[in-house]
């Protein structure tokens, strides 16, 4: 069964290559966006924008120090028109902008956000209004996306369609990219026969008093009415006794259970339940229960949690999850989930099939492909040693407070080499200005694995009094050798940080906004010299804890 429905990204009627403007997609008979998404199909995207506005829009991303202090809650991308191609079909004007969070920016193979109605009302793609191009930066074999979302398919829940498109931008191959489903009112209605119901995007939210602000009304704009996240969040302060009747007449309790086991077995754990993140909910109108739909996919298959490796696969991060585990009927029903899922749908011949298929589809080598292939080969019996209660695992959850953007915690690093000679500076909180004289290091190439990329270090090693200071650069590998480089988001970062203490060193602070200059092109192995200024966000009490809890 996994197979099949592995295999079947998007299974209806075909259609032809010329752009459909009918707004009417409720009809069966009208959609014809299967095509777009066939498993064995390489789309083929050519994107033409002019040089200046790309420039703009692949370094753009909020910082994960600002996200850190509170502050990124208001962040937008910035929106341009591009020329772009679709297997030979061309559509002009069209709107785009850079995808993203955090973990899957990238400023040399940026992720897309492509929108054909924006400038040019009533025009469709096969039906479709939108496509949302992924970079795999996270996903170097080019497999966690499609064939997570395979997984959650056999389960019976909804999905994002799933396939994969070669991308070029002004005649710059990118290399192979996922094309995923856009989560809008065209998916709504093939999944839910309606999209009148509220759809909210979570980014670091949850059905808390203070986290359900984290989450973002996607429809229903001009009505703009939350109250059904209330709703859910009442149920929530119930005690154990009264909490199962309350909850289950806002949320389809029995599909969500579904939902985090195969986030647990499908290793997603930047994910609903494993960190508050990459998923959206729908008020369903046909029930008026909220329903859980899986996204973000490209972090998933791996077999440690990204920021709590000793938290296990069991997650139970949010606020649901968390209650329902010290529950004994749910935790009970839970775990059996995990099992009857573990007997019905993980195949493990079908999932090694599959990343072959995808390696030969899109040209991807053993190197890109060992991690995925030893998830697979060592995920089962660690759910089920999990269940059994025969693994470790700490309990982390999310910190239900309200996040505070702290600016004045924002100050300003720089500092100047000449041939690995220098010094850096900072405003400390205390407002002392800190100088550190220090010796930047020669550049040293850290090896990546497939799209995900090479990285470059350059450490800037000092002593102030005594005091050991550290400015740990990291620069995007495709980036280096230029003459300026601009810190961009999770790709060219940071982070201070001071020797010493219990742990053996402390974060002083994350980088922000800023560029370095080389005085001539930095070459690996060669003390550099250069003058660098960034934002720089002190890391005082909260920091991570503000965002993430205990």
């Known amino acids: 069964m996994l197979s099949v429905l592995l295999l079947c990204a998007g299974c209806g009627a075909g259609g032809g290559s010329e752009v459909d403007t009918n707004n009417d997609l409720t009809s069966a008979n009208l959609d014809t966006s299967d095509v777009l998404f066939e498993p064995d199909r390489l789309l083929q995207v050519s994107i033409e924008m002019d040089p200046a506005e790309y420039d703009i829009l692949r370094h753009e991303g909020r910082f994960f120090s600002q996200v850190l202090a509170g502050c990124a809650a ?35 193979r940026p992720s897309f956000k492509l929108n054909f109605d924006t400038h040019e009302p009533g025009r469709r793609l096969e039906s479709l209004e939108r496509m949302t191009l992924n970079n795999n930066r996270q996903d170097p074999g080019n497999t966690h996306q499609c064939i997570t979302y395979g997984m959650f398919r056999a389960t019976g829940l909804p999905v994002p369609r799933c396939n994969f498109a070669q991308v070029s931008v002004n005649g710059q191959d990118l290399g192979i990219y996922s094309h995923v489903e856009s989560i809008k009112n065209h998916f709504l209605r093939r999944n839910f026969g309606s999209d009148s119901g509220n759809l909210y995007e979570a980014q670091l939210g949850d059905f808390g008093v203070h986290t359900k602000e984290n989450f973002q009304l996607k429809n229903n704009l001009e009505i703009n009415d939350r109250s059904d996240l209330d709703m859910v969040v009442s149920a929530l302060q119930a005690d154990d006794d009264n909490l199962p009747g309350l909850l289950e007449q806002v949320v389809d309790v029995d599909k969500f259970l579904s939902h985090w086991a195969m986030e647990s077995i499908s290793g997603h754990w930047d994910s609903a339940t494993g960190l508050a993140n990459n998923y959206y909910v729908y008020r369903d109108p046909s029930t008026d229960l909220f329903r859980y739909i899986p996204w973000g996919t490209d972090a998933a298959m791996v077999i ?30 839970y775990l059996d989930r995990v099992l009857q899922l573990l007997d019905e749908v993980w195949d493990e011949q079908a999932l090694y099939d599959e990343v072959d298929r995808i390696a030969d589809l899109t040209g991807v080598g053993d190197e890109e492909l060992a991690q995925v292939r030893a998830f697979i080969a060592q995920q089962e019996d660690r759910i089920r040693a999990a269940v059994a209660g025969e693994l470790e695992q700490t309990e982390w959850t999310i910190a239900d407070r309200p996040v505070v953007c702290n600016e004045d915690r924002l100050v300003t690093i720089s500092g100047s080499f000449s041939h690995g000679l220098g010094y850096f500076e900072y405003t400390s909180q205390d407002g002392d200005l800190l100088t550190t004289p220090a010796v930047a290091r020669a550049p040293a190439l850290e090896p990546g694995v497939g799209v995900s990329g090479d990285s470059v270090s350059l450490t800037l090693a000092g002593n102030q009094d005594g005091t050991v200071r550290l400015a740990l650069i990291s620069i995007e590998g495709a980036e280096f050798g230029a003459d300026e480089i601009r810190f961009s988001a999770d790709a060219s970062t940071l982070t201070l940080i001071e020797l010493g203490g219990p742990g053996g060193f ?22 550099p010299s250069l003058h660098f200024s960034a934002d720089l966000w ?13």
């Open 538 to 550: 002190l890391l005082g009490d909260g920091g991570i804890v503000q965002l993430f809890g205990n």
């Open 506 to 527: 402390r974060i002083i602070g994350l980088g922000g906004a800023g560029n370095i200059i080389f005085d001539e092109p930095p070459e690996l192995d060669q003390s």
């Open 304 to 333: 440690n949690h990204g920021f709590a490796p000793r938290a296990g696969p069991l997650y139970r991060f949010t606020a649901i999850p968390a209650r329902l585990f010290k529950i004994p009927q749910y935790r009970d029903r």
């Open 74 to 108: 208001d962040f937008e991308y910035s929106h341009f028109k591009a020329r772009v191609s679709v297997d030979g079909v061309m559509l002009p004007d069209v709107d785009i902008r850079k995808k993203g969070f955090l973990g899957s920016l990238s400023a040399s």
